[in-house]
């Protein structure tokens, strides 16, 4: 039973650029969550998608953007990079947003240079 | 709004030693808690969570923690241990809005095993 899959692991891109990160949730979960971890602090929750919209959203201003397919995966963009969004991006699947039941994937490495 | 606080950024402990990583708490209502640890590079694993009955909390890897309300802490325990236990961990609180559940995570703790 595959769990969380999140792509690519690890990525560099330039500032002002626009990245996109990719999550395929555990089989049977419905909901996926984003959140990000900068270095030496603990994840902050970035939005959450069900039914292919988003139901709620943490503290992050537009650039962030996301998406859910009708499969239940789900994308991450982030436009007009910044130094500071240099982080870990981990991608957390549930099933109807339970959330005594996130199953988090490995991340994805994001440096911004 | 819910928060955790996790006021050790780093504990060491021996090789066989009991171990405690400290974790409190400010909810309203009924709390949910969880433990996640972090190896390098890898993503969080779950060992634990709190939601309702026995105060004692078994999971993964012979982790236990302790839920007490008085003191709104959920303190994570293990009675030996392992050099292979240093890792970072994270305490985590439920917070449920008017649109669904977030975990809101503590800083993080180091655990450093010293054989």
């Known amino acids: 039973d595959a769990g969380v899959t999140q792509s690519p692991t690890h990525l560099i891109k330039t500032r002002g650029q626009q990245v996109t990160l990719r999550c395929s949730p555990k089989?049977?979960?419905?909901?996926v969550s984003w959140y990000q971890q900068a270095l030496g602090q603990g994840p902050q929750f970035i939005f959450q998608?069900?039914?292919?919209?988003?139901?709620q959203r943490g503290n992050f201003p537009d650039r962030f953007s996301g998406h859910q397919f009708p499969n239940y995966s789900s994308e991450l963009n982030v436009n007009a990079l910044l130094l500071g969004d240099s982080a870990l991006y981990l991608c957390?699947?549930?099933?109807?947003?339970?959330?005594?039941?996130?199953?988090f994937g490995s991340g994805t490495r994001l440096t911004v240079v | 709004a819910q928060s955790v606080a996790q006021p050790e950024d780093q504990v060491n402990v021996a090789e066989g030693n009991p171990l405690t990583v400290k974790c409190t708490y400010s909810?309203?209502?009924?709390?949910?808690l969880f433990w996640y640890v972090q190896y390098p590079n890898r993503g969080l694993q779950f060992l634990l969570k709190?939601?309702?009955?026995?105060?004692l909390v078994k999971g993964s890897y012979g982790f236990e923690a302790e839920f007490n309300k008085s003191q709104t802490s959920f303190h994570l325990k293990k009675p030996s241990a392992l050099v292979s236990d240093s890792a970072l961990y994270f305490c985590?609180?439920?917070?449920?809005?008017?649109?669904?559940?977030?975990?809101?995570f503590g800083a993080g703790t180091i655990l450093r095993v010293k054989s």
């Open positions: 957390a699947s549930s099933f109807r947003d339970r959330a005594d039941g996130y199953t």
């Open positions: 089989s049977g979960h419905d909901t």
């Open positions: 998608y069900y039914e292919e919209e988003e139901r």
């Open positions: 909810v309203s209502g009924n709390p949910y």
């Open positions: 709190y939601i309702t009955g026995d105060n």
């Open positions: 985590a609180v439920r917070d449920m809005g008017e649109y669904g559940n977030k975990l809101v």
